[in-house]
């Protein structure tokens, strides 16, 4: 793998910010995520103007401008818009119960909409709901924002040479935070759901970006999560080095306990609370 140009005129959490002010900054960080990140953003990676008009005709409605864009910059990427979860093609968008499916995880425990009475605007709101379209919540202030937020978290999944999975004790969530530097990036959804924990937050440190989720209910999801979990942890750790340096690095630096934890089996005795 041919290693990603240097971050010298790319500083995440400056860009990210600007990335939330409108969406055509939003398009600018993900250009600029791609170029530093991943691979630059081809003419081949957007679906052309003909397939969203197609779509338009079937739904028998206009795209809000956000969808239109994203669609045709980036929207065959799936590294950055399909590895882990999903964002719907054109012709596979579809409404339930009157709202515009665009996005859902990729076994279908969350799916993300657009309301019909925000279609008409430009970058409109977005939510999420646990249950095809049944319990709404708010997801995101704005469409582009929802997918920046996409773009970030397929990234922690598009190489697994350069990503780590672990999951923390109470006591060690702390750590992350005198690690690393929070991101100006809020939380999504931002209504919590019962269907996943809260949304992350974001950090980044030199050629790492992290996302920690934190469990909004514990004691249910400790019960709920099974074997494959680390006993008693409280949240999610997903993290994404930049180069394999950066990678090798978080190997040798984190804590083992963080990432190699025992899978116990269903019948084996509950360890006590640490």
């Known amino acids: 793998m041919t290693e990603p140009p240097a971050t010298a005129r790319f500083e995440l959490a400056t860009e990210l910010a600007a990335a939330t002010r409108d969406r055509h900054s939003a398009w600018e960080f993900i250009r600029r995520f791609a170029d530093t990140w991943a691979e630059p953003l081809r003419d081949c990676d957007g679906y052309g103007i003909a397939d969203v008009h197609a779509a338009e005709e079937r739904l028998g409605f206009t795209l809000p401008a956000a969808l239109r864009e994203a669609y045709t910059l980036f929207g065959k990427r799936a590294d950055l818009c399909g590895t882990m979860n999903f964002l719907k093609a ?63 978290t397929e990234s922690l999944y598009a190489d697994d040479t350069l990503t780590m999975y672990g999951e923390l004790l109470e006591t060690e969530i702390a750590e992350v935070y005198h690690r690393y530097t929070p991101l100006p990036l809020p939380p999504l959804p931002l209504e919590p759901l019962e269907c996943t924990p809260t949304g992350g937050r974001w950090y980044a440190g030199e050629n790492v970006i992290l996302n920690l989720t934190t469990f909004h209910m514990p004691d249910e999801y400790e019960h709920r999560r099974g074997p494959w979990g680390r006993p008693w942890s409280r949240g999610h750790l997903n993290i994404r080095a930049r180069t394999p340096d950066a990678a090798q690095a978080l190997q040798r630096d984190l804590p083992r306990e963080w990432f190699n934890w025992r899978w116990h089996k269903p019948e084996d005795p509950y360890p006590p609370k640490p």
């Open 90 to 152: 054109p012709d596979q968008l579809a409404v339930f119960e009157d709202l515009l499916l665009y996005h859902h995880e990729n076994q279908g425990s969350w799916e993300r909409y657009i309301r019909p009475a925000d279609l008409h605007m430009d970058d409109p709101p977005t939510v999420q709901s646990c249950d095809w379209g049944h319990g709404q919540h708010a997801c995101a202030e704005r469409l582009s924002i929802a997918l920046v937020e996409m773009v970030l």
